[in-house]
């Protein structure tokens, strides 16, 4: 199957809006404007094996004509004046005076985005990323050495690559309001989100002036504990750091999904509001999916569109695409910006325990001791074990495990974990307890029923 079928049936069956659909790129009419530009360029002599043995470029050097009611690209074509053979190939300074300007006017309004040579226009610079000087002085040589060798510049209209441009670059102005829409109105969910979160896991004060945590603020700290791990959409380990494509995020989103139901973690939410709220949170998840498969379906429309074009006409299009390709729709990943939103909006309101456990147990850091030799935080069992042992700082070889006492316990450190992770601290303080008997009647004791002997 063409990619120009598949591309369509793409669009067609992953369920994007009708705005989207609408404005995505139009992979089969730039493909027949290919066509146009090719054969003006044929009829012209300057078929694309011509041109790959010639200087061509497309690029912009300096501002000028404002109006641009009519524009057409030319190209300054330097011919022998003897046998007529092209000798060189550039764009006329008027030409690169128009790109420029739509490059400026670009940054203001989006709306104007729709002349032709819009996004060839956007570049400041030669393909080769020389300078406008340069340039201006490099094509000033080139025509005095063929004024002495006696060739002469002709102009050549290029209407057909007016009309691609005329066709490209308005869908690209299109794709960046969507995303930017698109990326409002995930975030706003995202907001809407962490709210939600929040008032689930929340603690609750009770009359006596202590907390009573929320029934489900345990399976709500497991449930992003596995998203977190997982990584769906932007991986932070080392082997492949950066965003995910939307196949590999949609395998880890299928991950997740598959370990909440091993799990059983949804089935034991005890309040009503607490599934409508996962209900939202995979609701979110599965927008950026989609807006991921969008972004990705038309990057890949436009790289092949333009290499497409550059085969047919050696004018090097993918070049002047590439080299501002940071500042077009496509300059960023929606996942990217998505995950950042998710991390500080909702994964983040829910403490994990792995943020507040001993580095020496791996336990939760009951009672916390800090030490302030390098601010490191660690149970008051672990540090009466160092203690016994006279040993030093585990984490920076300091002697001032020696001089921690009751006085080093950070006590506004205590209260939180009191008032988030009331189970864990209760574990923790019994098993400190028992460890404290054990010290004191020896290794045989244990708590249990009472025996006659």
Known sequence: MKYG??????LASEGFPEEWISSAISYRLLKKAIKKVQQELSALGLDASTLQH?????????PGDRNGAHFVPELWVAVDGESGEFLDAHLTKETKQYFLWLAENNENTQSTQTDAGRRASQISHGTDGSSISEHEQSNAMIRASSAENGAHWAHVHLHTAANFFNLLDPKLAQLDAIQHAEEKRL???IVELGTAVTALTEPAASKKGKYKARSDVTIWRQILALYVQHAIFFSPYERDRGSRTFDQAKS??????KDLVDQGLVKRFREKTSRNTFDHFVAVNLDILRAMRFQELNMEAVRKILKKFDKRTALGATKAYQSHAHSGPFAKSVATDMCAAMSQQVVTIVPQ?????????????????RLECCNTVFCIRCMIELQKSA?????????SVITADSGSIDQQRAEYLVKYFPTEVKEKQKANELAVAIDKYGPDFQKGPCCVM
Request: charged share 20%; with cysteine; proline share 6%.
């Open 5 to 10: 079928h598949e591309y369509a049936q793409l």
């Open 353 to 369: 325990l792995d943020d507040y456990s001993c580095p020496v147990c791996y336990n939760i850091a009951w009672r916390p001791i």
């Open 391 to 399: 040993s030093k700082c585990p984490m920076c070889r300091s002697t």
């Open 54 to 62: 010639v200087h061509s470029e497309f690029g912009v050097e300096a």
């Open 252 to 257: 880890h989103l299928e991950l997740f999904s």
């Open 187 to 189: 975030e706003s969910h």
